[in-house]
């Protein structure tokens, strides 16, 4: 599991990242360490522990790589491919997804909450116990998906696609719903509501 | 350290594990279940459950504890003196564990329930029964919530953004974002504080 160490340079309250003792605003060689960044992960399939807050993505190829206990808060996900990656204990709150494919992709036991999504595809994957609360999605498709004991609380979802999925224990509590497909899913498995003990 | 979650589909309920990268003496947190998955991945990383921390004493959260009690001669830490047949060491709240290097500090929250414990390993946070990602723990009654609520406000969201929690049900989640989309901080935001008995006598309305 990753360990969030302050930034080396006094006053600043974000995180050291990948093989540096500074975060990302501080790094001398942003450049650099970018470049090194973009080979070690295409150089590997498993990766773990790792922490990449605030770093941005762009134009990546990431299809089937393995992360285990990382963390990607406030990381920026552009017109990445991630199909077919896992993602195990990680940690991507409060950062955005922008034309990204997630398809076939394996989700356990995240936090992805605080996001912002615009047109990115999770067709086909398996999203287990990940929280998207207060997700601001867009032109999103989740259909044929398994998004068994998954949050989606409090958040605003527009023209979402939930077809053929699996919405046992899903939560959309709170979340303003507007032109979601929800055909051939098992909705009435989803919770919609708070407790019916709420004042 | 190495740090892994069990989810039982019986219970509904999550178990972590919590241990040295090598192997060794090792934390288990709620013990719901202890099934052949959940004994292989301790087999396999060369763990022995040297404790047990218990969040809340009711059964979701230790069923397992008797199967594990079998294999592991471990101490467990609770609210309460006796769970199951087994004596536990009590936990109060401000208690400092020192297990190992690991140091474990334990705050209660008798709104929930008098036997509910939260223990923060680091900036992780495993909070049984108190919270759900962008709920409160369940209550008896709406009232119940209100007064819980109330205490999350207090004593529970102000802790660091960067908390990661692990709640007893559900999936992680993030101190940043509980104090941001919990139910819990509109419902206590919304409910002015109304002490149980009113500290002027003459205020009582018949």
């Given at each position: 599991m990753f360990d969030l160490t302050p930034c080396e340079?006094?006053?600043?309250?974000r995180h050291a990242v990948w093989n540096s003792a500074v975060c990302t605003n501080h790094l001398t060689n942003f450049d650099q360490w970018s470049s090194a960044l973009k080979q070690y992960l295409l150089s590997k399939n498993e990766f773990s522990s790792l922490v990449l807050n605030r770093v941005t993505f762009t134009q990546l190829d990431l299809r089937g790589k393995r992360f285990k206990g990382c963390a990607f808060l406030g990381a920026t996900w552009q017109e990445t491919q991630l199909d077919g990656c896992e993602f195990r204990n990680c940690f991507l709150d409060f950062g955005s997804f922008r034309d990204c494919s997630l398809q076939e992709t394996t989700w356990i036991f995240c936090s992805v909450s605080g996001n912002t999504m615009k047109n990115c595809h999770w067709k086909g994957s398996d999203i287990l116990h990940v929280n998207f609360n207060g997700l601001e999605a867009e032109s999103c498709d989740f259909s044929e998906s398994d998004l068994y004991f998954s949050r989606f609380n409090a958040g605003t979802l527009t023209d979402v696609q939930f077809r053929?999925?699996?919405?046992?224990?899903t939560q959309f509590i709170d979340t303003e719903l507007i032109n979601i497909n929800f055909q051939y899913s098992n909705y009435e498995e989803a919770e919609m509501h708070e407790e019916k003990d709420e004042l | 350290m190495k740090f892994y979650f069990h989810y039982s589909a019986e219970n509904f309920t999550n178990t972590y594990i919590l241990g040295p990268d090598n192997g060794g003496d090792a934390i288990l947190i709620d013990p719901g279940v202890l099934d052949v998955p959940l004994l292989d991945l301790i087999e396999q990383n060369n763990y022995y459950i040297r404790w047990v921390l218990i969040t809340r004493c009711q059964s979701h959260h230790i069923r397992g504890l008797q199967t594990l009690k079998r294999i592991y001669d471990a101490q467990i830490y609770s609210r309460?003196?006796?769970?199951q047949e087994f004596s536990c060491q009590v936990v109060k709240p401000g208690t400092r564990l020192q297990l190992n290097d690991m140091s474990v500090d334990v705050f209660c929250f008798s709104e929930l329930s008098h036997d509910a414990a939260v223990y923060k390993v680091g900036s992780w946070l495993f909070c049984g029964d108190l919270i759900s990602a962008g709920r409160p723990g369940t209550t008896s009654s709406p009232y119940a919530k209100v007064i819980l609520s109330q205490a999350l406000e207090k004593r529970f969201f102000q802790g660091h953004e960067d908390t990661l929690i692990f709640p007893g049900e559900g999936p992680p989640t993030l101190m940043r974002s509980e104090k941001l989309f919990n139910t819990a901080r509109y419902l206590a935001k919304r409910t002015p504080h109304v002490p149980l008995f009113p500290e002027n006598p003459e205020e009582w309305e018949p």
């Open positions: 340079v006094s006053g600043c309250r053929d999925c699996n919405l046992k224990k | 309460q003196a006796v769970v």
